[in-house]
Each structure stands twice: as C-alpha cells, then as structure tokens.
C-alpha cells in the first residue's frame, strides 16, 4: 500500500471513521501491491483538526497485527509477563494502603488502560476490616487513587478523596461481592444497566471512554474495594484475557492492601496505647507548668518506646522522667509501660535519683530471668534502655538528676541563654555494677527545662553533639511568648526531618520558684523543753497565714514529730513549714532509721504517737537524705482560707 503525499490513499479512504472520532480497523492488503502483500494490519486513524470530512488530514498509524494467531498469543503472553513482573517488583512495597493503591493505577496507567480508579471501603482506610456484606448498596467506598492518559476525559468523575453514591444490588454489580471481574465491551450496555440516576452517570463512567473492567480487591474471603479501569476509542475494547491479566495483578495488589491495612491497625493500636500510657501533657503544679509531646518515626518504622512523665513529689517537689527502649512495636511499648511503672513506684518512694536508678538497674537485670524463660519478648527491649530522672525543688530551686545512659536536660534561662546540663551519663540500663552519680543545679525562676530521647538530636546524618548544639540553638531563638505546647511544636518542627527515622519524646518544664513568705524553718537542739518552743512557733506561724484553724492539729502534730526525733534521733532537729494549697510539715534529724505506723496494745505505754499524726494528716510519709531523714505531713486546707494566706 503506497501513498504519496497528496494523493487520496484510496485503500484508506472507505475505512475512514465519522468526524471527531477514532477508530481501530483491520485491513488486508490487496496481493500485487507491494513486497507487503498479503499482510494484516491494525489502522489507527485520528481525525486532525478540519471541518471537512473530505478534505480533513487524518493521522494514520499501522502496525502489523501478527501474521498468525500464534504471534497474537506470543504479543498477549509478552505483555502479560511485563505488567504481573512489574506488579511483582512495585506493588506491595509501602505499607500505607493510599501508596500501594497509587502504585498499582500508576502501573497500569498507560501500558493496560487510559484511566484507573482505586476505591477502598471506609474500614479499611482506618486499618479494620470491612464487614462481610452480600449487596452492593450497603458498600460505603472512598475513592483514594486515580491516573489518567490525555486520550480520555475525567472532568466530571469522582474525584480522589470523595465517597462513592451507594449503588443498588443488581446483577451487574453481584459478581463483584463475590469477589469475581466484569467486564464491559460496550459501555452503551453500562450506561442502560447500572441503576443510578441518568443526572450522575458522568460521575461514575468517563467521557470518551469505549469498555471497562471491574475487579474487586479480594483478600482473605472479604471485599477491600473495587479497581476499576477504561480504555477510550483509540484502543480495542476489554477482552476476557485482559480481565484474566487485570485479575491477576489487582490480586497480588489486594494483598498488599491487607498487609498495609494490618500494619496501620497495629501502629493505630500501638500508638493510642503508647499516648495511653504517657500522662496528661499540659499540667500546672506548683513546682512547675509542663507540655509534652510523643512523635513515632515515619517510614514504616512505627511506634517506639520513647516516654517521659512528670510525678508530683511530696513538699510540692516535681520529679520529671525520659525514657528510651530499644525497638519499636508493641514489644517496645509494653517494655515502656514496665519501665514507667517501675519509676513510678519508685518514686513513690521518695528515693535519690542515683539510689532510684540503681533499683530500677536491679529490677532490669531481674527481667533477664524471664526472657530466658520465654515468658515475655518485652524483656529484650528493656535491656539497655536509658533514663533521666530528674527532681525540682520549688522552696530551694534546685535540681537533682542522675541519667542511665541518657542524653542531659537543656536549660532555657529566662533571658534567652541555653545550656546543657553537664552530668555524668552513667550506662544504660540493665548492665549492672555501675553507680549513677547524681548532679545538682540551682536553676532560676522562669527557666524552662527541655528533657528529650536521643531521637531528637541524633540521625543518620548528625551526630549527638551537633543535634545538642541544634537543640539548643533552637530553643533559644524561640519567639517569646509563645506558650509551652507551641513552643513543642516548633521544636519538633524545626529539628525533626519530614519522615523521622526514630520516635521521638520531648517534654518542656517552665519552673516556678516558691515565695520566701510561703516558707518557715526553725532549728533546735535535742532537748525536750524545745518541743514547746516548736508548738508556739507553728501557732504564730499559722497566725501570721491567716490558718489559725488548723493551729491545733498542726500543733498535735509538730508536738509528736519533735518529740520523737529528739527522743530517739539526736539533734539538731529541723522543722518547716511549707504553704501553698495544703500545709506541709517536715521534722528533719539525723537519724536513719525508718518510722513505722504500728497500732498500739491496750498495754503499751507508747507507740501511739505515729498513729495519731496518720490520723490528724491527709498524707505523711519519710524520706532519706544525705543527713539523715525527714518526716512530712499534709494538711488539707479550705478555698478560702487559703486564698486570704497567699494574699499575705
């Protein structure tokens, strides 16, 4: 077949499509034209831009069709092995269920079809799984990805994001709830089945499209969704071994979008027990305001076992905790929920950071025992986690802190000045047979303290001390007046790459000072006519607070905490007063023997003293210090009362 240019192409000419449509023709080549004779060939013809049929130009395309059936099967056979390998080697790599769906429109977008739809059911969006239903008007699908070739128009359809108008059961779309293709050569035959109102066709079939596949994403006996594909006028229609091919490849996508919506039900689920267990992040003691926030890696690292926690502490001291754990996972999480609970116990307690840490090593290396009896995998990420405990106190302004192996708290002053925390890092927890020195710092009112996981100041590309100097940098060119919780934002915003490699925990303390004129103290020698000058102190102390009506129980019990600590400690004996919303006494000598609360015989002529101040008090406890010991009490006071004592 020989044409030139500007001659009419007669062999053509009948085989012409009406204006402004494209076509696909097969036409034999008359014998004696040509060494071509005899060949089939598959006639693409596209109308050009002209009015005049006759006259129009026309962009022809011929391609040999196969000389045989068995080279059509050799063409089908080779584009089926193309698209399943490229399946094979691109879908199932993410685990996020939107990537994998992108993936797969991408894919067959413009190698398979001219356009490609993905719609998954709302379940699954969220990582549960869809229920099992037997009509196709109880499906609620949202369409998540969509690709298109400019050889077809999607103006009107759906847009990626939007859900889909419940379509009614019938027999078309029966064969998808049973997890089977349909395939529609003729979309004259859609456009008269489908049961939607004929206003909101354009929104469920394209313009310019000729035939359609679709294919359920069928995973372990349920329904994920619909892949849905088109091809316009310029490609032959949909066959059944092409919806054999578009089965096959949507399969192997279906599984993925399980694994994917497996894997986001498990992060979900770690990562509401992993905020479960971290406490209330904006909290207001007296001690200090604190704002925190959990960040979990990206990239399909998921949830860790970074924490922190803020304990209130006896005499209005604060305790603040940052924990690490090795991994990720629930495995982690319920490593951190051992860990926390094991500080938590322990500073009820009321034990020096060093001492607490020490315990805490002890009962780590105690776990061991139970990894090695197979009886928990939680056990394998608390050996060598790290962890800061910290503790504030408000009357003195002073911090005492001791690290297991964990990076130094940063120090915003209240002018603006940033500065790490020099103290030995000790080792990690779980190695055993180390101390954990213990660094103290007056910090001044005002300063915020910033206690983190290595998450935030290290990475594959930085080292610890530039992610310090980072850190510190960063808080110090924070905008004033920004509040706690923003300030955390910014943080994590500023430091933290786009998809983190590791979890992050960081955890923000502005500290207060308490008011010289909130506190007493007195000191006497052990001799037992003190204890008077002690009571009258407390009642005139009491007086000044405007408190006279807790003068008697105070007394009561400065009365019995004196008198024991001179009896039975030696002197000096400390007393002080704390106000602020309950009235704290301490009674302090340089003893370290422990008190115990023991119910006393009719025929005992003691030990009714510790009874009776468990009595009068809304709290007491003991505690050990480098000089001995002190004895607190706490005693509620009313509202109003004690607004008329901060007035004074």
Sequence with gaps: MSCSPGEVCAPLAHSLPAPGRGDRRRLLIPAGAGPEAGLTVECVLAPMASSDRAAGRWLVLLTPAGGTPR????????????LSHAAMATIGASLDVT??????????????????????????????????????????????????????????????????????????????????????????????????????LDAFI???????????????????????????????????????LLEDVVSRTALGVDNARRYTREHRSALALQRS????????????????????????????????????????????????????????????????????????????????????????????????????????????????????????GRLTAASAGHPPPVVLGARGESFSVEMP???????????????????????????????????????????????????????????????????????????????????????????????????????????????EGVVSQLSAWQLDDLAFEAELVVSELVTNAIRYAGGPVGLRLILDEVLVCEVSDPSSTQPRLRRARETDEGGRGLFLVAQLAERWGCRFTGEGKTIWTEQAIDASLRADAAER
């Design 99 to 200: 990537d994998t769906a992108q993936t797969l429109v991408n894919l067959l977008v413009p190698v398979f079809a001219d356009l490609a739809t993905v719609d998954l059911a709302e379940q699954v969006l969220v990582g549960d799984e869809p229920p099992e239903l037997a009509a196709s008007g109880d499906v609620r699908l949202r369409r998540i990805a969509a690709a298109q070739s400019p050889e077809i128009s999607a103006e009107n359809l759906l847009a990626v994001g939007e859900a889909l108008p419940p379509v009614v059961d019938n027999a078309l779309m029966r064969p998808l709830m049973e997890g089977r293709p349909v395939v529609v050569a003729d979309l004259r035959t859609l456009r008269t089945t489908l049961p939607v109102d004929p206003d909101a």
């Design 206 to 244: 394209p313009r310019g499209a000729s035939s359609s596949i679709a294919v359920p994403l069928y995973a372990r006996g349920l329904v994920l969704g619909c892949v849905t594909v088109w091809r316009s006028h310029l490609l032959a229609a949909f066959s059944d071994s092409d919806a054999a």
């Design 425 to 535: 890092p000790g080792p990690p927890l779980g190695v055993g047979g180390m101390p954990f020195e213990v660094a103290e710092l007056d910090v001044p009112p005002g300063s915020t303290l910033a206690f983190f996981t290595d998450g935030l100041v290290e990475s594959r590309g930085r080292d610890i001390e530039e992610g310090m100097a980072a850190l510190r940098d960063c808080l110090a060119a924070v905008p004033p007046g920004l509040t706690l919780d923003e300030t955390c934002q910014n943080v994590i915003g500023t430091l933290m790459p786009e998809v983190p490699g590791d979890d992050v925990a960081l955890l923000l303390a502005r500290v207060h000072r308490l008011p010289p004129t909130r506190v007493a103290t007195w000191e006497f020698e052990a001799e037992l006519s003190q204890v008077a000058h002690a009571r």
């Design 277 to 396: 267990l971290l406490p209330h992040s904006a909290l207001n003691l007296t001690a200090a305001e604190t704002a925190g926030v959990y960040q979990p890696a990206g990239g399909g690292v998921g949830v860790g076992g970074d924490w922190y926690d803020v304990i209130p502490l006896p005499s209005l001291r604060v305790a603040f905790v940052a924990g690490d754990v090795v991994g990720h996972g629930l495995d982690a999480t319920a490593a951190m929920a051992r860990l926390r609970t094991a500080v938590q116990t322990l500073a009820d307690l009321d034990l020096d950071p060093g001492e607490l840490l020490t315990h805490l090593d002890d009962l780590v290396l105690g776990f061991s025992a139970e990894r090695a009896a197979g009886a928990s995998r939680s056990e394998i990420a608390v050996l060598g986690a790290t962890c800061l405990y910290a503790v504030y106190d408000p009357v003195t």
């Design 71 to 82: 080279a059509a099967e050799r063409e089908g056979e080779r584009r089926r092995r193309e």
